[in-house]
């Protein structure tokens, strides 16, 4: 059931993104005068088919998801009537084949824009931007970074949520530059430091990077109290009820939740002596965590959850809000910045700056739509709007084949006064298909890797 719900997930995304790939494509093409022939979403042979419209459409659902078309009339492709001549793709001026080709990406950022737009006029829920405790002998913690700061701003820029941090930090951790972070603290004093981050590497930029920097969100004292306990495992095994308070393992106090939680992981298989707290009555009982593996490495776990207390929200979340003209420009700015970052990104790539291991397949995608739609509707426009933009910039590439490909012959077109030699093209489609090749093998082993991991 849990396959099914991420495969719909993904399924959805990936249907509603060339859905409107492909119509900005059709749109501009009939606005131009071009007669489409079909609209299929899907490559190979239909599934389902129907003709509609005035110039009979043809509109299918072919056998293989991953991607779409929309097929012009064109000479190149066969026999045009000579009354038809006029709609051909392939008679229209340059700039107009331009345009059409364009618009496909085009209507993906507008996408963006639109999904952001809605989100930041709705008003979505954010973690605020305080730090815990840094990992001991990280970059943070040798800056003097303290458990319970607030970021206020990163080399000058304001940061009002946890995102705005990260976002911020990964432009810098690219340019491996040395920032300033202005932080509070609980008393209200106003700290601020220098981090440098020449000394990261390209594999250092892999999965959660603050975390590689030392750090990590605050996250409030929950005291060590269990609200449930699973059926079958250790915890139930040993004698663990809802409600007990773990006031120490092995003789040494547990202040939180979460240190014992720490205490738990690290001794898979061996025995602890708890000392719990039940009904105002202190006594010692053993435990053996069981050994389960996460990472390649193996951890206790002993199937018990915390019962959470009531906490004030707002102290740890923001809601971050917009009027309606406000909204327009920062979604037109958030869809900017992350179109740029991501081409930079795509850039450092090639140059070796950044591991080709960030590079994602359909299985990565996939399990990310998963993730955030049960996470709920804001986290999954979100991600819509981010792989919108992914596929706006992907397509923009000077990679014949792609529609950057196409728009970048039609450039030549406009320079040279005369269209790209047929021979040129043929070229160019072979060198387009072994470099899509090859980007969807390193994509493909990256994602077996990921699950291999995992």
Aim: aromatic fraction near 10%.
């Amino acid at each position: 059931m849990n396959l099914l719900y991420y495969v719909g997930a993904f399924a959805l995304a990936l249907g509603l993104l060339i859905v409107v790939h492909e119509f900005g494509h059709y749109l501009v093409a009939r606005w131009c005068g071009v007669k489409v022939l079909r609209f299929s979403v899907g490559f190979g042979r239909p599934l389902l088919s129907r003709r509609m419209g005035r110039d009979g459409t043809e509109w299918a659902l072919a056998a293989f998801p991953l991607g779409g078309y929309v097929k012009f009339l064109d000479e190149r492709e066969g026999e045009v009537p000579a009354a038809e001549l006029p709609c051909a793709f392939n008679r229209q001026p340059v700039g107009k084949r331009f345009v059409i080709v364009a618009a496909g990406p085009v209507a993906n950022f507008l996408l963006a824009i639109v999904l952001y737009w809605a989100l930041l006029v709705q008003g979505t829920e954010e973690l605020r931007p305080f730090l815990g405790t840094p990992a001991p002998q990280s970059s943070a913690a040798s800056a003097g970074f303290a458990d319970g700061e607030l970021v206020r701003s990163v080399d000058g820029k304001p940061i009002a949520t946890w995102q705005d941090f990260r976002w911020e930090m990964l432009h810098h951790a690219l340019d491996r530059s040395t920032i300033t972070i202005e932080t509070s603290s609980a008393d209200g004093n106003i700290n601020v430091r220098r981090l440098d981050l020449s000394g990261l590497d390209s594999e250092d930029l892999d999965g959660d990077f603050l975390q590689r920097l030392g750090f990590r969100p605050y996250r409030p004292r929950i005291p060590a109290v269990i609200g449930s306990v699973i059926a079958g495992g250790a915890g139930e095994a040993a004698g663990l009820k809802s409600g007990d308070r773990i006031a120490g393992v092995d003789g040494k106090p547990v202040r939180d939740w979460g240190e014992f939680v720490a205490r738990v992981r690290e001794s898979p298989a061996k025995t602890l002596m708890f000392s719990v707290e039940r009904e105002g009555r202190l006594f010692d009982l053993p435990v053996t965590p069981a050994a389960a593996e996460e990472g390649g490495k193996p951890v206790g776990r002993i199937g018990v959850g915390v019962r959470n207390p009531e906490l004030d929200r707002s102290l740890l979340f923001t809601t971050v809000r917009f009027g309606p003209l406000e909204a327009v420009g920062r979604a037109v700015r958030q869809t900017w910045e992350t179109s740029a970052f991501s081409l930079s990104a795509l850039g450092r790539m090639v140059t070796g700056e950044i591991s080709w291991r960030n590079l994602s397949g359909p299985v990565t995608i996939a399990d990310y739509a998963g993730q955030s739609a049960k996470l709920g509707l804001a986290h999954y426009l979100k991600f819509l709007a981010l792989i919108s933009i992914s596929l706006g910039v992907l397509n923009l590439l000077p990679i014949p084949l792609l529609d950057g490909g196409h728009l970048m012959y039609y450039i030549v077109e406009i320079v040279k006064g005369g269209p790209v030699s047929e021979r040129v093209m043929e070229i160019g489609q072979q060198i387009g298909l072994a470099l899509l090749i090859m980007l969807m093998a390193f994509a493909f082993y990256n994602d077996i890797n990921r699950l291999i991991s995992s």
